[in-house]
């Protein structure tokens, strides 16, 4: 089965700053998808990847797939408390597999 | 736009009670997904459906068992329930199965606490 770990499992960072978050997949990934959740509340669709080498944004999010396809790794730029929550990896095989979680916290 | 729907959202049940949860899909996705998300765990996948067919099957226990119907709605049913089955409940849907590669959307999610 397709194991996803992601890296850090906990960020800490000051409002305004940069920071990486990183997926990476024991097999070769198909589907790349990233999404967010806040405590309880349902998961928000950010972005999917699909071919080596691809890169997509959404405001001032960025999120990569390596050529190999067996990472990903997930770019804030000049961090807001609203970018605050779990964000999740998932893999697409027969079904979406999800990463271990990592828990952003902005402090002000 | 519209969203997946889930209800209840929120669910209080005792031990070896039975519990029903609703997914409504987005209009014209044909193809649902079950997730269980115990507290500070990442979502496990429990089943799916694609036009009504069970797709995939995870971790799902024998208790429970979900079906999708003619108008792509689904349900979880849930039996026997356990102190260990309290958890957030995932609905979510996409177009054209998982190997389509279309966008994978999910609901709010249902609290089921179970006491």
């Known amino acids: 089965s397709q194991e996803l770990e992601q890296s850090p499992q906990s960020l800490i960072v000051q409002e305004g700053k940069n920071l990486t978050i990183n997926c990476t997949s024991s097999k070769t990934l198909y589907g790349l998808y990233w999404y967010k959740q806040k405590y309880g509340e349902g998961l928000i669709f950010l972005m999917m990847?699909?071919?080596?080498?691809e890169e997509k944004s959404h405001e001032k999010i960025t999120a990569k797939l390596d050529e190999k396809k067996q990472q990903s790794s997930l770019h804030i730029t000049a961090s807001q408390p609203s970018h605050a929550g779990i964000y999740l990896c998932?893999?697409?095989?027969?079904?979406?597999?999800f990463g271990t979680g990592t828990r952003l916290t902005i402090i002000p | 736009a519209a969203g997946v729907i889930q209800s209840p959202r929120h669910l209080i049940k005792e031990k070896r009670e039975t519990a029903t949860l609703k997914c409504y899909p987005i209009p014209r996705h044909d193809t649902v997904y079950w997730y269980q998300q115990g507290p500070g765990q990442d979502p496990q996948f429990l089943i799916s459906?694609?036009?009504?067919?069970?797709?995939d099957k995870g971790s799902i226990p024998d208790r429970f068992s979900a079906q999708q119907f003619s108008d792509y709605h689904s349900e979880l049913n849930m039996s026997s329930l356990e102190l260990g089955d309290s958890a957030l409940y995932f609905c979510?849907?996409?177009?054209?199965?998982?190997?389509?590669?279309?966008?994978?959307?999910f609901g709010e999610g249902s609290w089921l606490t179970v006491v």
């Open positions: 990847l699909q071919k080596g080498g």
């Open positions: 979510a849907s996409s177009w054209a199965g998982t190997y389509s590669g279309n966008t994978i959307y």
């Open positions: 459906f694609y036009e009504k067919m069970q797709s």
């Open positions: 998932g893999a697409r095989n027969e079904k979406l597999t």
